[in-house]
């Protein structure tokens, strides 16, 4: 491999200094004209130092008198013109170099013993009579010879000699092995040279910036090889309507699953990816996004970032680690998941850098729910086919202040081996088991709707209540109301902290807030205690009164905000402040 690469090097090299006279196509050559100088011996000196790191380098009188150094020739002006482009973006000619059609040129005086005319006619064949056969007897073993050692020179004017297609090959190769990270644009600047180098000492090489010819067919060769045997390949998936490169060496098509393309691992891999097309708005979009997270193939550590029309899940876990993008664009929402092997994380960054660069979504065409099972509302159904990820359980909280601080109920918190609120990993910043509440701090910064206003007037017996939690957590991504009234104000046992209700709660609904009919929290719907000896009424439960609630937050630094006096709003008013500060809470193991 590395010998048929530097071949190819040196008959490019070779076909760039013998043009003029290879054949009948070069009726109107062109060079890179470089400079110019006054005198002929001054011309001879530049042409024999340009000589040493450029290829095919002539010089020719001109009819001013002057005498020009200039590359070349090339097929066309255009041909030249590339070549001018690339040698002048590496700063390896001077800045006021140009193309000319030779037009003022006249005796040519380097290469030394160069024909005089810039142009000849192509040259008849030369016969060639074959060499006498000798007998076998008089056959000596032929010695071996050394193969020449490659200069720093030869290398530069190897290079210099190499298409805009190779040096972009080149710079893809070097981004594949993670040594360049910039535009692939064929032009060997300092980033190009950096990496260059950079590679060449990670390979045992004198870290020069410059590629000799076996170092270049090493790296194009490797990165060949590894890619063939990803089996890397450019997939136009018509039904899903996106374009994408896909490891097929990994992965083997399984089933149409709407909105999923399933892709399962091959020859035990461990490698999956789903391609995701559906038609939809942002509210299908932020489902999905919802939705996404609650599967095993994404692990709850990872980047987050939901954006207007876009999202981005990351996930690693000692088992597997997996990636998420998706994009909402002319009411169709397209994107794809891959998912791997931790152990493997090395080489699949590469495969996800080929699958992001390559991925683009098509036409006005998304995956036909009859294909498989169509977007449904509820988590369940919408990821049917997929393992899913459930948490140990469910409540609700709500926000106490505006940095995203929420409270809820403490009971089973100090086992959870990861909490969540809305899908954000929090941490446990303060408990009161005794009490029965705890707040929670999301371990990035969430900026609530509505913070809770805590009623600072004792509230009456009789009055209407309303509780807002997530009554179904794992089929409803919003809260629920309950509305009911304040049947006491001391729990079962006379305990002045609690309050009893008369309201139909369900065990996911714990931690939320008890608001009362101005929209304040008159306190904190507390989980139901386990009777097994008795059997108590359906509608009855109990809440951490707001008085309390107040008064432990703030011995403990926190600064609950008290609401203003108002009068009743209406019930759509008082589910819309719900909606807002109430959050969903998840214990994980």
């Known amino acids: 491999m590395r010998l048929v690469r530097r071949s190819v090097s040196v008959v490019v090299a070779a076909s760039l200094t013998g043009m003029v006279w290879t054949g009948t196509g070069w009726a109107e050559p062109a060079w890179v004209q470089i400079e110019a100088r006054p005198t002929l011996d001054q011309a001879q000196e530049r042409a024999r130092d340009w000589s040493t790191i450029l290829p095919a380098v002539s ?3 001109m009819s001013t008198g002057w005498y020009a150094i200039a590359l070349g020739p090339y097929a066309d002006e255009a041909e030249a013109d590339s070549q001018l482009r690339v040698l002048r973006g590496e700063r390896m000619i001077p800045p006021d170099s140009y193309v000319s059609n030779g037009s003022r040129f006249r005796e040519q005086f380097w290469p030394t013993g160069a024909a005089p005319a810039p142009v000849a006619e192509p040259a008849a064949p030369v016969a060639v009579e074959p060499a006498p056969v000798e007998s076998p007897a008089a056959e000596a073993p032929a010695a071996e010879t050394p193969a020449p050692v490659e200069t720093l020179a030869e290398s530069r ?4 000699a190499l298409s805009a297609a190779t040096r972009m090959e080149i710079q893809s190769a070097l981004q594949w092995q993670g040594f360049y990270s910039s535009t692939i644009d064929g032009a060997f600047g ?16 004198e870290a020069t910036g410059v590629l000799a010819s076996a170092q270049q067919a090493q790296l194009l060769g490797t990165v060949a090889a590894e890619r063939a045997a990803l089996g890397l390949t ?3 998936e018509a039904e899903a309507g996106i374009a994408i490169e896909l490891p097929l060496g990994l992965i083997e098509f399984d089933h149409y699953d709407a909105p999923f393309v399933h892709y399962r691992a091959k020859d035990g891999s461990g490698v999956t990816v789903l391609l995701i097309s559906q038609q939809g708005d ?22 987050r970032k939901r954006e207007r029309a876009s999202f981005l899940l990351t996930g690693q876990n000692e088992r ?10 002319g009411g169709l929402i397209k994107g794809f998941t891959l998912v791997y092997p931790a152990d493997q994380a090395d ?12 991925f683009r979504p098509k036409g006005k065409k998304a995956l036909d729910a009859t294909l498989g099972k169509p977007l449904a509302v509820e988590r369940s159904a919408l990821m049917a086919g997929l393992d899913q990820r459930h948490p140990e359980f469910a409540r609700s909280g709500f926000f106490i202040a505006a940095d995203g601080a929420v409270l809820t109920a403490a009971a089973g918190l100090q086992a959870c081996g990861r909490i969540t609120v809305e899908d954000h990993l929090a941490d446990l910043a303060y408990a009161d088991e005794a009490l029965g509440l705890a707040v929670l701090r999301p371990q990035k910064p969430l900026a609530p709707a509505a913070v809770a206003a805590f009623q600072p007037a004792e509230p009456r017996p009789g009055g209407e209540i309303a509780v807002a939690g997530f009554s179904y957590p794992e089929a409803l991504s919003a809260p629920v109301l309950s509305f009911g009234t304040l049947s006491d104000v001391s729990g079962l046992s006379g305990e002045a902290s609690r309050a009893r209700l ?7 609904d714990a931690g939320g807030p008890v608001l009362d009919t101005t929209g304040a929290v008159v306190g904190m719907l507390l989980p139901a205690e386990a009777t097994p000896d008795k059997l108590l009424p359906e509608d009855l439960a109990q809440a951490l009164r707001s008085f309390d609630i107040v008064a432990r937050l703030t011995e403990n630094g926190y600064a609950p905000a008290a609401s203003e006096p108002s009068g009743s709003i209406a019930a759509e008013d008082i589910a819309a402040l719900a909606q807002d500060m109430t959050v969903r809470v998840a214990c994980w193991k």
């Open 157 to 160: 004017r190897l290079e210099a």
């Open 190 to 205: 300092r980033g190009t040279r950096a990496s260059i180098g950079a590679w060449q000492q990670a390979n045992g090489y």
């Open 502 to 508: 008369a309201v139909r709660t369900l065990a996911g």
């Open 320 to 329: 597997i680690h997996s990636y998420t993008q998706v994009g909402l664009s």
């Open 59 to 61: 010089g020719f009188a």
């Open 234 to 236: 450019a997939i136009d």
């Open 282 to 303: 942002q509210n299908s979009l932020f489902g999905l996004y919802d939705a996404m997270q609650t599967l095993e193939i994404v692990p709850m550590v990872g980047e």
């Open 347 to 358: 080489r699949m960054a590469r495969v996800l850098e080929a699958m992001k660069a390559s």
